[in-house]
């Protein structure tokens, strides 16, 4: 008798609800995957802008005493390039590449909270457009870190100032109630068989990303708060001269500011383990090592945030258990590049553009995280922590680490997103460009350090070489720009000439491949019950096993002990 085995579930078009068109069903969408498209493309959009104010600052730069801008715009384009990258672009489009992928990823068939979702994402709208709507009056000009008494109404009395205050609680609550959408969908609405021990590494990340925004977007609500206080309402929190401590800026700014850093990246993190085994078409390895090591990160980053505070006046056994609790969070850091390279180690490496700049991030970030050690040794930081010794490291990690996960996440994901293949060749170029003039722009930025150049200043004297060293840290970051730039002429190119994708183009190892290219709005027709972290694999072996069965008894029986896949 032949053996009965349920059939591989797959989309069935004439099953698929008819998606909304029109411009109006985007503004009306609570879809989680147009909701993640908006994100991205915003985000991206701030990204350019916060490029361009860089791109101006470097050529201020690019010559000693010179004079293209004068230091109250270098300031503003200081500040608003800082507060863009972060509140605008690296921690919004990580929500965005969540929203779109962690519904996909877990089996379910949107966020827990639709409507709580959009919302999420127009007070992330809102905050950037009254940011960038004080250029017309005057932009704040306090550093993106807005130090107290810099940031008082006695310094900086425009309105500027008070408009960074509204992007910080606007895209303060847009975080944290992405957050706590992020934290109810990954609890409550993962695929029959997705326990914690199979939840792919990409889900780690984001859960922990959205528990550190939870415990640390409060604290610097109710900074800025107090700071808006101060400047209009008469209380006395920070300024110096009626009572007040700037130090209770700096303590409360750096609470929230240290676990910030990882909320930028440990995303990225995320992206990378997912990437390298499917380019590397091995299992990830030390799986469980690398959740763990993402749930230390996350603890231990809240107790390191006054390794930014070492020149202030701090007692010196507090100093001495910051810079060990630093050194400690190297710790498991170490452990997920070191899994990372043995993922690589012997694999049957793919090298696709998603990997190249998987990769281009591992060398940078390694360096970036060199130089912090250095940083969190207190007697060297106090040499160095005002010059552009620190402009570099910061780089390294923040753009060297978030911005390359995003671009391989972007090349990785785009078919999924829009079911045609970005460039090869467009996207190798724009790495190429990217990672040559970023090492160009911020690698001889220590040197620059170490020679004595502060950082934050509009203008130098053409002392020793560095004149020379500005001049190719700016030429750099032009090389840099154009980097960028190919990849958003790849991403024009491909969305109109792209070849087609295919539901599965890479042979992933996670469920979003499992649906089409773009997903349908209900994601899924059914949903597959999942056995292992890599639950693509078992589907296309079940697939391999039932083909040659089917061959094997001339297409009449399924062979015994047929295993479900789909519920």
């Not at 994100?39 to 000693?64: H, I, K, S």
């Not at 930028?264 to 090592?289: C, D, H, N, Q, W």
Request: positive net charge.
């Amino acid at each position: 008798m032949a053996t009965y085995a349920p059939p591989i579930p797959v989309v069935s078009a004439h099953r698929v609800e008819r998606e909304p068109r029109g411009w109006t069903s985007w503004i009306t969408t609570t879809d989680h995957k147009r909701i993640g498209i908006m994100y991205m493309v915003t985000t991206f959009l701030f990204f350019c802008l916060g490029g361009v104010e860089a791109l101006m600052m470097r050529l201020q730069l690019g010559a000693p005493n010179n004079t293209l801008v004068t230091p109250v715009v270098y300031n503003q384009l200081f500040t608003m390039h800082g507060s863009t990258m972060i509140f605008l672009f690296v921690v919004p489009m990580m929500a965005g590449l969540a929203n779109y992928f962690v519904p996909l990823m877990i089996g379910a068939r949107d966020m827990a909270f639709p409507r709580l979702n959009a919302l999420s994402y127009w007070l992330l709208l809102a905050g950037g457009v009254v940011f960038y709507a004080s250029i017309f009056w005057n932009p704040p000009e306090a550093g993106w870190t807005s130090y107290v008494p810099l940031s008082l109404t006695s310094y900086t009395p425009s309105g500027g100032q008070d408009a960074w205050i509204y992007l910080i609680h606007l895209t303060g609550l847009s975080s944290i109630l992405g957050a706590i959408n992020f934290y109810a969908t990954i609890a409550n609405m993962r695929a029959r068989g997705m326990s914690w021990g199979r939840l792919p590494l990409f889900i780690w990340a984001i859960l922990t990303y959205s528990i550190l925004i939870i415990f640390a977007m409060p604290v610097i609500a109710g900074a800025v708060t107090m700071l808006l206080t101060d400047r209009h309402f008469g209380t006395h929190f920070f300024d110096p001269g009626t009572g007040g401590s700037p130090i209770l800026w700096q303590h409360l700014f750096w609470f929230f500011g240290h676990p910030e850093v990882y909320i930028m990246i440990l995303p990225g993190f995320g992206i990378v383990s997912e990437i390298l085994p499917v380019f590397a078409r091995k299992p990830i390895f030390g799986y469980k090592a690398i959740a763990a090591a993402t749930v230390a990160i996350a603890f231990l980053g809240f107790l390191t945030w006054a390794h930014h505070m070492f020149t202030t006046p701090i007692p010196e056994a507090i100093l001495v258990f910051v810079m060990l609790s630093s050194y400690l969070i190297a710790v498991p850091t170490g452990v997920k590049v070191l899994n990372w390279i043995a993922t690589l180690w012997r694999g049957t490496v793919e090298l696709k553009t998603p990997l190249l700049f998987c990769v281009g991030f591992i060398a940078l970030f390694v360096i970036g995280g060199i130089s912090g050690v250095f940083l969190a040794t207190f007697p060297i930081d106090w040499q160095v922590k005002e010059t552009y010794f620190l402009v570099a490291h910061l780089h390294f990690v923040l753009m060297g680490g978030s911005v390359f996960t995003i671009f391989a996440a972007i090349y990785y994901w785009f078919p999924k997103m829009t079911g045609r293949m970005l460039d090869e060749g467009l996207g190798k170029l724009s790495f190429y460009l990217m990672f040559v003039g970023f090492l160009a722009t911020f690698l001889i930025q220590h040197v620059i350090g170490l020679d004595g150049m502060p950082r934050r200043v509009y203008e130098y004297d053409n002392v020793g070489n560095l004149a020379l060293y500005n001049q190719i840290s700016t030429v750099g970051s032009f090389i840099l720009g154009m980097g960028v730039l190919v990849t958003i002429v790849n991403v024009v190119r491909s969305l109109k000439v792209g070849v087609t994708a295919g539901p599965d183009p890479w042979k992933a190892n996670t469920l979003e491949w499992f649906t089409t290219s773009p997903p349908p709005v209900n994601n899924f027709d059914t949903i597959p019950l999942v056995r292992s972290v890599e639950p693509m694999k078992d589907i296309r072996r079940e697939i391999e096993r039932r083909t040659h069965g089917t061959q094997a008894t001339g297409g009449a029986t399924v062979p015994t002990g047929a295993t479900q896949v789909g519920v």
